[in-house]
């Protein structure tokens, strides 16, 4: 049962300020340890079946050593999985259900967030009448809707610390089961120059799930206690992740939110001295960089790109796709191609034989925003997702409240993670994140919290 479960005895407040100033607001974990890890299960194994492979490892080594020519994503792309689709059909049911048998509470499901979400998922179904193949379209419409359905129900149900130690215990699995399942096929060799660690996934995604283990670490721990050793063993975990996975983009994405967060919670003064550090420390580095020797250059370049120097100067071949899709965007630059209708068969083949490596995505989240939607679709998915960091940073700065700062954290990663990906565009585990954590966050009441039991109804100390 949720911390906001009410009575009839809740009361408006007359005023936001009234209510934002001397509130306990904490969305606390209410879940028993059971209940807790039967939603670990449920979605760590719909998650896994859909976007996991026993054999990842296997395949992403011996695309590195040119081994095989195949294109796992063209093959894939157009064929009806008969394990997938049955058990995104049952993430979906699980939404369902949860919107039905979710307790009583004063959640306000209206505000910015969700009609921003709306508003975008609207647009996603409108771009079938102009897809260039509307059937694909529909398909992915399907996946990205029972998605939907699913983040409504555990919104309307979880509260957000519930929500950041499901997630990140789901992703806690990924990592280790990933790590078991490399060790067992002989593909764990981390002594090897050019070793990522793949696990169960492409090692951009495991780096992505070591994330959420960090910025989540700390609803593992009480309010007002010292650090658990459970929110340092996650800290350590997906820092080690991100360092085997060599993940460039996310490990300078968990910088930025992590600096950002702490950020927020200095008093405005020392805000603005923080802000003034880090533009001297920027300026200094342009200084130091522009007087550099060669020597030097080389070598940290060789330290910035984690060990991997195959290609820097187009980021890993990035450069090239890139400008290959704004022709694309060209042609059709205010709607786009429709939802995820580019990225047919003979799209993806085409540009493997042209950039000679698999091309499942634009490896960019606002490039493949306007391959999909155009400008109107980049606007409106950057509407939802600055509404949501707007609602979160007001909310974190007047409560602290830790479930908040995990979404705001998250949602400042997506944004940089965003420039060299677009795993959280894709209906994949880590948009499934992001849109339960926003649904939930502008779902929480904005009057008095009034805090409910099995048997009775109490006032927060210090309330009357």
């Given at each position: ?5 009410t009575?009839?005895?809740f009361?408006?407040?007359s005023?936001d ?10 969305d606390?974990s209410?879940?028993?340890?059971f209940t807790?890890?039967?939603f670990?299960?449920m979605?760590?194994a ?6 996991h492979?026993?054999n ?16 796992r ?5 157009e064929?009806v ?5 049955p058990m995104r ?7 369902v ?8 509470n ?8 969700l009609f921003?979400f ?8 409108l ?5 260039v ?6 398909q992915?419409?399907i996946?990205?809707f029972?998605?939907s ?11 957000l ?14 990592l280790f ?6 060790i067992?096929?002989g ?10 660690f793949?696990g169960?996934a ?10 959420v ?5 700390p609803v ?18 997906g820092?080690?992740v991100l360092?085997?996975t060599k ?8 910088v930025?939110?992590?600096?950002a967060?702490?950020?927020v ?6 805000r603005?001295?923080g802000?003034t ?21 080389n070598s ?5 790109a ?5 290609d ?9 796709l ?10 059709r630059p ?11 068969k003979?799209?993806i083949?085409?540009?493997?034989d042209?950039?000679?490596w698999?091309v ?5 989240m ?7 939607g ?7 998915f950057?509407?939802?997702l600055?509404m949501?960091l ?14 908040v700062?995990?979404?705001f954290g ?9 420039t ?8 994949t585990?880590?948009l499934?994140?992001?849109?339960t954590?926003?649904?939930r ?7 008095r ?6 048997d ?9």
């Open positions: 049962m949720s911390t906001y479960d009575a009839e005895q009361n408006q407040s005023s300020e009234d209510f934002l100033t001397g509130v306990e607001y904490q606390t209410t879940l028993k340890p807790l890890l039967l670990v299960l979605i760590g719909g998650f896994f079946l859909v976007d492979s026993f990842a490892s296997t395949y992403f080594r011996k695309v590195h050593a040119l081994e095989t020519e195949a294109n994503t063209a093959d894939r792309i064929a999985n008969l394990v997938t689709t059909l049952l993430l979906g049911g699980l939404g259900w949860c919107l039905l048998n979710a307790p009583r004063n959640l306000r499901w209206g505000g910015m967030i921003s709306l508003l975008y998922a609207c647009y996603l179904g771009s079938v009448t102009w897809s193949n509307p059937r694909f379209t529909i992915k419409l996946v990205f029972m998605m359905i699913a983040s409504f129900g555990l919104a309307r149900w979880l509260s610390q519930d929500l950041a130690k499901i997630f990140s215990l789901v992703c806690l699995c990924y089961g990933g790590l078991v399942i490399e067992f096929l593909n764990f060799r981390p002594h090897m120059p050019d070793y990522r793949v169960t492409h090692p951009n995604s495991l780096a992505a799930y070591g994330t283990c960090c910025l989540a670490a593992f721990t009480k309010r007002g206690s010292s650090v658990s050793y459970l929110t340092i063993a996650m800290v350590v975990v820092i080690m360092l085997a993940s460039r983009t996310t490990l300078a994405g968990l930025f939110a992590v600096l967060t702490r950020m919670t200095f008093k405005p003064n020392n603005i001295f802000v550090i880090l533009l001297l420390l920027f300026v200094g580095v342009g200084i130091f960089l522009s007087v550099a020797r060669n020597s030097t250059w940290m370049g060789g330290a910035m984690m060990g991997r120097t195959e820097v100067g187009s980021l890993t071949g990035r450069l090239p890139w400008e290959e899709l704004g022709t694309s965007i060209q042609k205010i709607l786009g191609h429709g939802y995820l209708a580019y990225w047919e003979d799209r083949e085409h540009l493997y042209l950039l000679g698999e499942p995505h634009g490896h960019n606002y490039i493949d925003l306007l391959i999909d155009g400008i109107i679709g980049l606007s409106l950057l509407f939802y600055l949501s707007i609602v979160s940073f007001r909310r974190y700065l007047k409560h602290r409240d830790i479930g700062a995990f979404v998250m949602l400042l990663f997506a944004l940089v993670h965003g060299g990906e677009s795993l959280f565009k894709l209906p585990f880590l499934f994140i992001i849109v954590t926003t649904l966050l502008g779902a929480l009441p904005r009057g919290i009034v805090k409910a039991t099995d009775f109804v109490t006032e927060p100390e210090g309330q009357t």
